[in-house]
């Protein structure tokens, strides 16, 4: 029996395949409601919650899905080992306000066995391509079949995975699907780490390393500001001066114990970096 859409307080509900998902959804846009999706990989935070309350301002229901997407994932990378905490992620997602939790198996988004057949567009060139070449296919590929399944109004999406914003928007509007893409703020702790699930890698020590990125991010960020002002009012630069900066925050990053840098780069209107601590890679983006 499919509980009727009000039912706000009571057990959530969740859908583990495409037909309980519809019964519901169908039922809620029969009633003229709105509906906002929240997309996840699971081991959730504050910063997935964050997105959940948007959605909530944005639609009348809120779906989100917890799925592990093997597609984004290259063999030698962490799938096997990505945290999971189905149960405590339910509870989160029921007390942000979420009304239906998708959990797809493999099988119900890759019927035909775990394989991405979408090619991400221009915004996928370059950063996180250059290191992860398989990644914002299987991002687009998921993407693409969790959209068609939910068929939502609006999808809301983190800025702390910046490109991936970028990559989405641009499918959605190649593909001309009726769905809006929001971008939400990146959620960071007391230290201005930007909260991800990856962060439960981190030993107390690596932790304090990272604490650093973000502060080196936004020094960089800010000198870059004051350089586009200095440019933009007609004062002379040397055109290897914005590499400099980005070299001197690889290198400071280097002196607090970070063992890699993938990249510090601006695109966009931001400064972008991935990094690794021992077996841990960090991103995280600052606003120029
Ligand atoms: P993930 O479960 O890591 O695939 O992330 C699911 C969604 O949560 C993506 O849209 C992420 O950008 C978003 N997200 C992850 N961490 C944060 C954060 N610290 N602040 C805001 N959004 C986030």
Redesign the pocket.
């Known amino acids: 029996m499919t509980l009727p859409a009000e039912k706000i307080n009571g057990p959530i509900l969740t859908a583990t395949t495409q037909t309980q998902l519809r019964t519901t959804i169908d039922g809620w846009k029969e009633q003229g409601l709105t509906v906002g999706f929240?997309?996840?990989?699971?081991?959730?935070?504050?910063?997935?919650l964050?997105?959940v309350r948007l959605a909530l301002e944005k639609a009348d229901r809120v779906v989100a899905s917890i799925f592990v997407n093997p597609t984004q994932f290259a063999p030698h990378e962490d799938f096997d080992t990505y945290p999971r905490e189905e149960e405590k992620d339910i509870a989160e997602l029921e007390n942000a306000g979420t009304h239906l939790i998708y959990l797809p198996s493999a099988n119900e988004i890759y019927p035909d066995g775990p394989a991405s057949t979408l090619k991400a567009g221009k915004a996928a060139q370059g950063l996180e391509t250059d290191f992860r070449p398989h990644f914002f296919d299987g991002v687009a590929t998921v993407v693409h079949r969790l959209f068609e399944q939910v068929k939502s109004d609006v999808a809301?999406?983190?800025?702390?995975?910046f490109q991936?914003?970028q990559v989405i928007k641009e499918m959605v509007k190649t593909k001309d699907m009726p769905i809006d893409i929001i971008g939400?703020?990146?959620?960071?702790d007391e230290h201005g780490l930007?909260?991800?699930?990856r962060n439960a890698y981190l030993s107390d020590a690596e932790l304090q390393m990272a604490r650093q990125l973000n502060k080196v991010l936004y020094q960089t960020a800010s000198s870059l500001r004051a350089e586009g002002e200095a440019i933009q009012s007609g004062l002379p630069r040397r055109s290897d001066d914005l590499l400099a900066m980005t070299d001197k925050a690889k290198e400071q990053l280097l002196e607090v114990g970070f063992d890699k840098i993938d990249y510090i780069e601006s695109r966009w209107d931001r400064t972008l970096a991935a990094a690794w601590i021992g077996k841990t890679r960090l991103i995280d983006n600052m606003e120029i």
Do not use: C, N, W, Y
């Open positions: 929240v997309p996840t990989m699971g081991a959730l935070h504050e910063g997935h964050s997105l809301v999406f983190g800025e702390k995975d991936q914003l939400a703020p990146i959620v960071r930007a909260l991800a699930s």
